[in-house]
């Protein structure tokens, strides 16, 4: 059984730039949620899907925002990028999201410059 | 709100010896709470979860945990470490809610097993 598949793995952008992060959940699940890694504030919840429809926000500015379809598979978009924006970005997906365990992807590492 | 508190940032223990990395909540509701592994550039791993019933949760890998409501406590022990469980680990709790469907993390503990 295929895990939860995160690309890009790496990427390099520009601050003013605009960033698009992909994510392949565990076949059957729908709920996936994303979360910000970074050294200074650890992991950070973003937000969370469940078929196609957003339950759950962070608290990040609206730049950064998300979206996921039929098919369970989400992306999430950060715009204007600011040097800040530097983390792993985490995704993860479950059955329900609640109670059942999360299963993580391994990352894209997101570097602003 | 809620919240998770991991006192110790890092912990050094020599192998074969037990160890305990601590976990305290904060929250105003019933909850469901987690103990998550991350090995360098990779993803975090379920070690093991209470939902609700006994207390003393058993995980992967040899490890267990106790969830004390009082305390609002859910420390990991393992009673002999190896090498290979050097690594970060995360608690995370969920509160029972309807319509809450985050995990919020601690900072993270970060294991190092000595020879």
């Known amino acids: 059984k295929a895990g939860v598949t995160q690309t890009p793995r790496y990427l390099i952008k520009t601050r003013g730039q605009q960033v698009t992060l992909s994510c392949s959940p565990i076949?059957?699940?729908?709920?996936v949620s994303w979360y910000q890694q970074t050294p200074g504030q650890g992991l950070q919840f973003l937000f969370e899907?469940?078929?196609?429809?957003?339950?759950n926000k962070g608290n990040f500015p609206g730049r950064f925002s998300g979206r996921q379809f039929s098919n369970s598979r989400s992306e999430m978009n950060v715009s204007t990028l600011e040097l800040g924006d530097s983390a792993l970005y985490l995704c993860?997906?479950?059955?329900?999201?609640?109670?059942?365990?999360?299963?993580f992807g391994q990352g894209t590492r997101l570097t602003v410059v | 709100a809620q919240s998770v508190t991991q006192l110790d940032s890092q912990v050094p223990v020599f192998e074969e010896a037990p160890v305990e990395l601590r976990c305290n909540y904060s929250?105003?509701?019933?909850?469901?709470l987690f103990w998550y592994v991350q090995y360098p550039n990779q993803g975090l791993q379920l070690l093991l979860k209470?939902?609700?019933?006994?207390?003393l949760v058993k995980g992967i890998n040899g490890f267990e945990a106790e969830f004390n409501k009082s305390q609002t406590s859910f420390h990991l022990r393992k009673p002999s470490v190896h090498i290979s469980d050097t690594a970060e680990y995360f608690c995370?709790?969920?509160?029972?809610?309807?319509?809450?469907?985050?995990?919020?993390f601690g900072t993270g503990t970060r294991l190092k097993v000595l020879a």
């Open positions: 899907y469940f078929s196609e429809t957003q339950r």
């Open positions: 995370a709790v969920s509160e029972s809610l309807p319509g809450t469907y985050k995990y919020i």
């Open positions: 929250s105003s509701v019933s909850v469901y």
């Open positions: 076949s059957g699940h729908r709920s």
């Open positions: 209470y939902l609700s019933g006994s207390t």
């Open positions: 993860a997906s479950s059955w329900t999201g609640k109670k059942t365990e999360a299963f």
